[in-house]
């Protein structure tokens, strides 16, 4: 057991409108194997029932919790207080996105852009009627490192080039584009292609990694919009 | 058994029916926003497997669907679901439809409906191929089919053989992959999704429902949900237990609605707890990893299952495994004496678990500090499904006497319902094929529903009265008690006193806990006192929930004087089939718990002694 000072950005719409929030301050006995969530949720329980914020499964699969982490996006679930390496722990909300309370956000930009890309398998050969479609396990492969996405925003956060162009698709879009487009069931590339070959799309992106460095499954974002610019350029010759 | 979805003609008429262009005017439900009053065909509350595969057969039949969840769609708990999906494809293996059928009925120690039960794993296959054929990304055999695992409790020909290969499965993420795959197709087909909506009430008059009452979580304040046909596919209550696996959403939302208005609850006494949380914790090891190969082993450095299931050793049913476990640690035998055993992967090699189980390595390295290529993960049971649940028939209408009498307008699907498909003990992948089967078979039989109902019945001018009444009466709580005080004492007591083991004098004292929590609860006070986002108001209506679910699982542990299933009573260790092969209905009412019951649907097995 140890004590933490917890410096968490608060929000509330009722008191706060038209200020840019504030930094609450809590002091934590955190116990042996403590999360952040477990911290916020012990705060939230035991000491002051205002702090608000989302969470869900409270074991890094569902996706709800993303937060900034002092300065860094991840999952307040799966980080270890400990891990963290510092007696002072700062919480924010993710940036780029609007604030509607504490830590809580508005997703809603973050999702049109999936929906911009038509986020689902187009197949236009009819799959047979008594069986699946076969799929060699090299092929299956492909998905690997772009299907466990969780959507929790991490990557499209801490983009740079997200934050200066609100319409860039961002990195968690353009990787689950990817990932259809890499499925050797897919028929849509050329449907998908018109959504990400644009200015707001996969040329955008500058390749600065932030969003490899984000996001809390190891995925890399950034290889999977390099991919998507080759099966395009390849697509024009 | 009907195959059929409800030839509904001629069968109903509305009453008092009043044509949609008219109708608007005469709903305006008092104390509620025109602005939020929605009208659609079908509303739908929770977005898991079973409320989006119902959404896609509602909007595929071109009707007005919307889907409710006090979360985003993908953040449902269907995504934590890790192993694998049942169906006997015989992909790799011989296998058939009739043994995963035996294997469903002898998991369920002889309580599930036999009928329900055939119907499932029959339809198991179409869904899986309905899965790939959306788009899921299946692990594959070298000849490209779909791969399949094994799971406990499913074996060949009728518990006489070998484990068979059964578990369909996308690595060690079936669930996520599955739930993405059907958001992902909402979202083609367009699906009216609000998301972080949060259900408090269902409007009904006589036994039809019309529609529900639900909070707006972000901006604040009470909608209301006119509709000609209702789901629930609203998920579990694990989250009463503090060592669970499951999700903070996971509070009994749909079961507490439904007591609320005077419905029963079926089989609520048989809780699931998993043999391998996270020890501590309780998070998720699937049992996949037993699956692929993985041993229990205790402070001597045992195979314990030896001593409890030497045929099927590790892959028993998980009733059977956490009795074990419970058992090792009673006894001493706990790892140090403490309350925890180990699962060992480590024999597998770091390929296998690379390729096969790769989110059980980062759960294992991120919660317990534990690289299972390297060291054995401490594990212990778990609080982890509800075979109980909303008493429905094989269509999954909502049954308003819990035994024949159809809630008209009403359906539950999923972990929320008790069709009764898992009966006392549910065989891991059975919990995403019944989510996936029932909330399309709940999707096509509401269609055809429809086809026929034309109007809106109007709603009763007071039928978001209890909902408005309740939100008030909780922001101005200001009373001593914290509702986190209360959350916590029921989940420690729960997981001690009504856990895996269970007896008269630990679960009496339950119930007066409990008893004791819901008269602190009318003390409560919360901080939050806005509208906008507030967690704390949400999260004290969910403790009210989970509070009188807890009531209804305590009472009806005590009142079945057996063990069967995951319900074990250390004072009455036998199964006792003359007095209590039948379904529990319980009502909670302000006096008590009431009981009735009703006959197990026995078509094919009959029941015998269940040995692993």
């Known amino acids: 057991m140890a004590e933490y000072l917890f410096k968490i950005f608060r929000y509330d719409p009722d008191k706060d409108e038209g200020t840019k929030g504030r930094v609450q301050e809590y002091k934590v006995d955190v116990q042996e194997g403590w999360t952040l969530l477990d911290v916020l949720v012990h705060i939230k329980w035991f000491m002051d029932g205002t702090l608000t914020f989302r969470r ?117 879009a353009l990787l689950k584009a990817a990932k259809f487009s890499l499925d050797s069931r897919d028929e849509g590339w050329a449907e998908r292609v018109n959504a990400i070959d644009d200015k707001h799309g996969i040329w955008r992106c500058h390749t600065i990694f932030n969003c490899v460095e984000a996001c809390p499954k190891e995925l890399n974002p950034t290889r999977a919009i390099v991919e998507l610019r080759r099966m395009t350029l390849k697509g024009r010759l | 058994m009907s195959e059929k979805f409800g030839d509904y003609r001629g069968s109903f008429k509305c009453v008092e029916s009043v044509p949609p262009e008219e109708a608007k005017e005469l709903h305006e439900p008092v104390g509620v926003d025109l602005h939020n009053v929605h009208r659609h065909d079908a509303v739908i509350v929770g977005a898991g497997l079973a409320g989006e595969y119902a959404a896609l057969e509602l909007k595929k039949a071109g009707h007005d669907v919307a889907v409710l969840t006090k979360i985003f769609p993908t953040r449902s708990h269907s995504t934590a679901a890790q192993g694998g999906i049942a169906a006997a494809l015989a992909n790799l293996e011989e296998d058939h439809i009739e043994w995963h059928f035996f294997d469903t009925v002898k998991g369920s120690d002889f309580l599930a409906d036999q009928d329900a039960a055939e119907l499932m794993v029959r339809e198991a296959i179409t869904v899986v191929y309905e899965y790939e054929h959306m788009g899921v990304p299946f692990s594959r055999t070298p000849d490209g089919k779909i791969m399949q695992r094994y799971f406990g409790g499913h074996v060949k020909d009728f518990g006489r053989g070998p484990k068979v290969l059964r578990a369909c499965m996308a690595a060690d993420r079936t669930g996520h992959a599955l739930l993405h795959c059907l958001w992902e197709n909402c979202v083609k087909l367009g699906v009216r999704f609000y998301p972080e909506f949060f259900v408090l009430d269902i409007i009904t008059e006589g036994d039809r429902c019309l529609g529900l009452v639900a909070w707006d979580l972000i901006n604040g304040g009470v909608h209301v949900f006119h509709a000609k046909a209702v789901l629930f596919a609203s998920g579990g209550y694990a989250r009463l237990f503090n060592i669970s696996t499951n999700s903070r959403s996971n509070t009994a939302d749909g079961l507490a609605i439904m007591m609320d208005n005077g419905f029963p609850i079926e089989d609520l006494e048989f809780v699931q707890f998993h043999p391998t949380g996270i020890a501590g914790k309780g998070f998720l090891i699937t049992e996949g990893a037993r699956g692929e190969g993985g041993y229990l082993i205790n402070d001597k450095g045992e195979r314990f299952m030896t001593r409890y299931a030497p045929s099927k050793m590790e892959l028993a049913p998980r009733d059977i495994v956490s009795r074990a476990e419970w058992q090792e ?56 499904y509800s075979m109980g649940g909303i008493p429905t028939d094989i269509n999954c209408r909502v049954l308003a006497d819990g035994k024949s009498k159809w809630l008209q307008g009403m359906w539950a699907a999923g972990e929320c319902a008790c069709v009764s498909v898992h009966g006392a003990n549910r065989l891991g992948t059975n919990s995403l094929l019944d989510a996936s089967v029932h909330g399309r078979r709940a999707g096509k039989d509401m269609a055809a529903y429809l086809e026929v109902v034309e109007c809106w019945e109007p709603l009763p001018v007071d039928c978001a009265k209890r909902a408005i009444e309740e939100v008030e009466w909780v922001l101005n709580a200001d009373g001593d008690e914290r509702p986190g005080d209360i959350r916590e004492t029921m989940q420690v007591n729960m997981y001690r006193k009504c856990g895996v083991f269970r007896n008269e004098q630990e679960l009496t004292e339950m119930y007066d806990i409990i008893k004791d929590l819901q008269r602190r609860y009318r003390n409560i006070r919360i901080d939050d006192k806005g509208t906008r986002f507030n967690l704390d108001l949400e999260e004290t209506i969910e403790l009210r929930h989970l509070l009188q679910t807890a009531e209804v699982i305590v009472a009806g542990a005590l009142n079945r004087t057996e063990s069967r299933g995951a319900h074990w009573r250390t004072d009455y260790p036998k199964r006792d089939d003359e007095n209590w092969l039948k379904h529990t209905l319980a009502w909670r009412t302000e006096e008590g718990v009431r009981f009735d019951y009703k006959p197990v649907v026995i078509t094919r097995f009959q029941p015998e002694e269940r040995k692993y």
């Open chain 2, 329 to 384: 640690i009673m006894e001493g035998r706990g790892i140090g004496g403490q309350e925890y055993l180990y699962i060992d992967l480590r024999h597998l090699g770091a390929e296998k678990i690379k390729e096969r189980l790769p989110q059980i390595r980062e759960l294992s390295m991120k919660f317990a500090g534990v690289d299972p290529i390297e060291a054995p993960i401490p594990i212990q049971p778990t609080a982890h």
């Open chain 1, 56 to 172: 869900a499964c409270s074991h890094g699969i569902c996706g709800s919790c993303g937060v900034t982490i002092n300065g860094k996006n991840g999952l307040a679930c799966e980080t270890q207080i400990k891990d963290l390496g510092t007696q002072v722990i700062t919480v924010e909300p993710l940036r780029g996105f609007r604030v509607i309370k504490d830590l809580v956000v508005d997703m809603e930009p973050f999702y049109d852009k999936l929906y911009a890309v038509k986020p689902y398998l187009i197949a236009y050969t009819p799959p047979p009627t008594d069986g699946e479609r076969f799929q060699s396990p090299e092929d299956r492969r492909l998905l690997d490192g772009k299907y466990e996405c969780l959507l929790c925003g991490c990557c499209t956060s801490s983009c740079p080039t997200y934050w200066a162009d609100k319409d860039f698709l961002g990195p968690c």
